[in-house]
């Protein structure tokens, strides 16, 4: 492991977020004489992003916490396009309306990672379509086109792994990798911007903006990478059996949230207490050495600190709260996940598989089904062996709900309206 004199690298070395670095020793260097600005793009694809996205905040957090500028860049020109980098097809095209609204969302999280402002280590956020869209195509054609060699962009691996597959990247996607060497281009001269960060997906992308650079005259531009990160499982960060984990409150509760890092492995609490925590590093060597039952315990912490972090410290622990009265304690906590379900349906009566998927336990009724014969559905905590079960205001308890439970680890409450 290089040993690296300044205070970002040798935090992102020690706590694991390193895959490679264009120039280690001209970035070491730099770090320390100045204080430096540097950018990470999120490009608008969804109302939130998801965990797979933390690492990326971390890095921007480790950064200005370590005395530099941190630039969040919103994807509003580049989501036009959509990123082709190692997909096998590609991304859907959003209206100009859906990206504006998704920017207006994604907005939300970054706040409680970077402090913003106008100082001269305040983060800034950034839409690249403030230039992007006001580009005319002759003139970007001659002035930055020209820099491109298309035989090199075809020889990078996202875009070669899209071709060895023979699936087809249009001219409009071929493009992207321009566009985002420009923003970096544009963040040098506008913002003095001298680091772009991303996932190990990026490089490409990435060196081509610091080649860019260097044709068109800005100061040297620098690279740094994170590895793509999977569970020890080979599961991909940022999904659930749910679906994805999103980051924004009204999409995923805070309780959810914070289930999906209890339920993290055991071989990678040590890993993600350094990635996703902003704990002293000899706090978690002490947690990672716990073993046995005592490893629960940590995950508790680990879940608690990264749901602090996203959604405060008072959501964090009310949620860890919840899991151990549902838990340990088997009591019916108030702060379960819940749906509302008219009064008068009940009184109907609904259906138990129907109700599953309505409150998005299961996906379909086949599958709710499927639970059902393996023993994991209750209602009440009572188990459900009658696929045709009727739920209904009978089921209603003293504390005026349903308490629905698949398996050991999800719940939602049923309230009656």
């Known amino acids: 492991m290089t040993e690296f004199k300044s205070d970002f690298l040798r935090t992102l070395s ?231 984990v999103w980051l924004n409150a009204d999409m995923l509760s805070a309780y959810d949230f914070w289930q999906y890092w209890r339920n993290t492995e055991d071989a990678d609490v040590s890993r993600f207490l350094k990635l996703y925590t902003k704990l002293p590093m000899d706090e978690i060597a002490r947690l990672s050495a716990l073993g046995g039952s005592e490893i629960n315990e940590v995950k508790k912490i680990l879940a608690t600190e990264v749901t602090a972090i996203l959604h405060g410290r008072a959501a964090a622990e009310q949620a860890a709260e919840t899991a151990r009265k549902t838990f340990e304690e088997g009591a019916l906590a108030d702060n379960l996940p819940s749906i509302e379900v008219p009064s008068a349906e009940l009184e109907a009566g609904i259906g138990v598989l129907a109700l599953f998927v309505r409150a998005g336990l299961a996906e379909s009724n086949g599958e709710a089904r499927r639970h059902v014969k393996g023993g994991a559905v209750k209602v009440n905590d009572k188990a459900v062996s009658d696929e045709r079960q009727i739920v209904g205001t009978a089921d209603v308890t003293g504390d005026n709900v349903i308490k629905l439970s698949l398996g050991k680890k999800k719940h939602i409450l049923v309230r009656p309206v």
């Not at 690492?55 to 994807?75: D, K, N, P, V």
């Open 14 to 244: 020690e706590r694991g977020y390193i895959h490679q670095i264009s120039d280690e020793s001209g970035l070491d260097s730099l770090l320390q004489k100045e204080t430096v600005t540097a950018y990470i793009g999120f490009d608008p694809t969804a109302p939130s992003l998801h965990a797979g996205s933390l690492i990326q905040i971390m890095m921007l957090h480790w950064f200005q916490e370590t005395g530099h500028r941190a630039i969040s860049l919103m994807g509003g020109g580049t989501g036009m396009v959509g990123d082709p980098s190692f997909k096998d097809e590609a991304r859907q095209l959003m209206t100009l309306d859906t990206i504006e609204s998704n920017i207006a969302s994604i907005k939300k999280v970054f706040s409680n990672y970077l402090n913003y402002g106008d100082g001269p280590k305040d983060a800034l956020m950034i839409n690249n379509a403030d230039w992007l869209r006001k580009i005319n195509y002759l003139e970007f054609l001659r002035d930055v086109g020209r820099h491109f060699s298309v035989n090199r962009m075809l020889s990078f691996d996202s875009v070669k792994t899209r071709l060895d597959r023979e699936q087809s990247l249009s001219f409009l996607e071929f493009n992207y990798m321009i566009l985002q060497a420009y923003d970096f281009v544009e963040l040098a001269n506008n913002y003095d911007c001298r680091l772009q960060m991303g996932g190990s997906d990026q490089w490409g992308n990435i060196v081509n903006g610091i080649d860019l650079g260097h044709r068109m005259g800005t100061k040297q531009l620098y690279a740094l990478t994170s590895p793509l990160l999977t569970t020890s499982s080979g599961a991909k960060m940022g999904k659930s059996a749910n679906g994805a």
